[in-house]
């Protein structure tokens, strides 16, 4: 099976090649990526790896005869969307319908598996989100994603390319030193300067999934060619106030030091899933809890910084 993965190189899609590496799955890997600063080692993890933007010409041939598409590459933050939204826009909608528009000539039956965003799609809601709540995302980032939705259901309606969208809740792991995610940002501080700063008064919650438990759901979702939205997440929710308790029972004597800030515009106040339907169609159960996922996570930080 040929594998193409945007974003190869990025925080998921190494994750994912190492998951795929680990399980043993024999399949052609083959990363697009415009980050040109990676690691020779990271590459190494793909049958190829080609340094480009994912709508370029330059990437255009590593898509021909592919069987499934794993598309992460994005504009990912809340924050980068609200300060340029045509940005966001521009590389999460357009080059992504570009993209779609060269698979129907290239890869016609390939999967399109598509990382997508839970919280940032529904907006404010009460209780536990699922696939079936209306969306009403209160930031541009939200609104591109559930933009390419769309397109992805339009693909599937008219032209019959399987699609798949995977409704990310917040995504932490190792391999996180680019990411700016509040698990990874908690983690790079408390091991360098011991400074976790809060927005707002740190009980928003959000449903906090290991990166390990990410790979598990794509890779279930491409063995079963499955179609459709899938939310992935946890079903627990956790406030910010209690992300930091555990970071604190760590190491009990470590002096840590806690400032807040204003809130975040466009930040959701509530996140956590429901993920029904991907226990049900996928087979999917996350096996890490908050605090094994955290001490994974500061070990690898450890060993890295």
Not at 41 to 60: Q, Y
Not at 160 to 167: E, I, Q, V, Y
Not at 237 to 246: D, P, Q, W
Not at 249 to 265: G, R
């Amino acid at each position: 099976m040929k594998i193409v993965i945007t974003g190869g190189l990025g925080f998921v899609g190494k994750n994912f090649a190492l998951y795929m590496r680990k399980i043993g799955a024999q399949h052609e890997l083959h990363s697009v990526d415009w980050f040109a600063d990676a690691p020779q080692a990271d590459h190494d993890l793909f049958t190829s790896s080609t340094i480009a933007d994912f709508a370029s010409d330059e990437a255009k041939p590593v898509f021909e005869g592919a069987d499934v598409v794993v598309h992460l590459a994005a504009a990912t933050t809340v924050q980068e969307s609200i300060q340029d939204p045509y940005r966001s826009f521009n590389n999460n909608v357009i080059k992504t319908q570009a993209l779609l528009d060269h698979l129907r000539d290239v890869a016609p039956n390939a999967h399109f598996v598509f990382a997508s965003t839970g919280g940032a799609i529904i907006g404010e809601h009460d209780g536990a989100i699922n696939e079936s709540i209306p969306a009403r995302p209160v930031s541009p980032y939200g609104a591109t994603k559930l933009a390419v939705e769309g397109l992805l259901s339009a693909y599937t309606g008219s032209f019959g390319m399987p699609t798949a969208a995977m409704r990310f809740s917040n995504v932490y792991g190792p391999n996180s030193e680019r990411k700016t995610s509040v698990v990874a940002v908690f983690c790079k501080n408390y091991m360098q300067t011991g400074r976790l700063q809060i927005n707002g008064d740190g009980l928003q919650t959000r449903d906090y999934i290991y990166i390990d438990d990410i790979c598990q759901a794509l890779w279930k979702t491409i063995e079963k060619r499955a179609t459709g939205p899938f939310q992935l997440g946890t079903g627990v929710g956790t406030s910010i106030l209690e992300l930091v308790e555990i970071l604190k029972a760590v190491d009990p004597a470590k002096e840590l030091e806690i400032v807040h800030a204003p809130d975040l515009q466009g930040e959701v106040k509530h996140n956590v899933c429901d993920i029904t339907r991907a226990r049900t169609v996928l087979g999917f159960e996350p096996e890490y809890d908050l605090k094994r996922g955290v001490d994974e996570t500061l070990a690898w930080f450890k060993r890295t910084l």
